[in-house]
């Protein structure tokens, strides 16, 4: 949890704030992004509180009320894994050119996070939330994109399966906090023709077999 926060966060000043929620209890908080002793504490207990219920984090700082507060160093992408196990699904997403790092499993989804130098969200809004179209049309036409003022799940949260009566722990994998990419490589690669919905070369499931 702290070292996901850190790399979120980098940087964080007053009044700068972080926004979880809790979608069932329709429970919202903002708490003080500064790197300081009782903050990831807070999160922790916000979790603890709202167990069993689905608990989301916004990547993007907000103000204390409420407002973007400009800077973004995530992207992301939410992957329903309707009808696989998260692990294979979790597979398939580290075999794409620019693999995601880190990467969320929950019980129903994946979501791949690319972590990236900070982006004023003022001045680059409309690029950025053109890059996580593409994004989510590397994996198929079929997934909403991300918004930049969206949420994803918390990890450590306790989350209903989708098809069946159990709760599943929201698990952080695959994380290496000293890597960042660069929004125009990003970009790049997400419009390359190797998109999921343009060739052969997208997602393993759409052409039956796996990549090489």
Do not use: C
């Amino acid at each position: 949890m702290s070292a996901l926060l850190a790399a979120l966060y980098p940087n964080a000043k007053w009044p700068d704030a972080i926004l979880v929620e809790a979608l069932g209890a329709r429970a919202r908080k903002l708490i003080d992004a500064r790197p300081q002793p009782g903050r990831d504490e807070e999160v922790e207990r916000f979790l603890v509180l709202h167990r069993g219920d689905e608990v989301r984090l916004a990547p993007a700082l907000r103000r204390l009320d409420g407002a973007l507060a400009g800077y973004l160093h995530v992207l992301w992408v939410e992957i329903p894994n309707l009808g696989t196990d998260a692990e294979t699904v979790q597979g398939w997403v580290e075999q794409s050119p620019l693999p995601p790092n880190p990467i969320i499993l929950s019980p129903r989804t994946v979501t791949g996070l690319w972590l990236i130098e900070p982006v004023d969200l003022k001045r680059h809004g409309d690029r950025v939330r053109r890059i996580l179209r593409e994004l989510a049309g590397w994996f198929g036409p079929g997934y909403h994109a991300a918004d930049s003022e969206g949420t994803i799940p918390l990890p450590g949260s306790l989350l209903r399966y989708r098809f069946r009566n159990e709760l599943g722990t929201v698990k952080l994998v695959a994380f290496d906090k000293s890597q960042r990419y660069e929004l125009g490589e990003i970009s790049a690669w997400a419009d390359s023709p190797m998109r999921g919905g343009k060739t052969e070369g997208g997602w393993p499931w759409r052409n039956g077999k796996q990549k090489e």
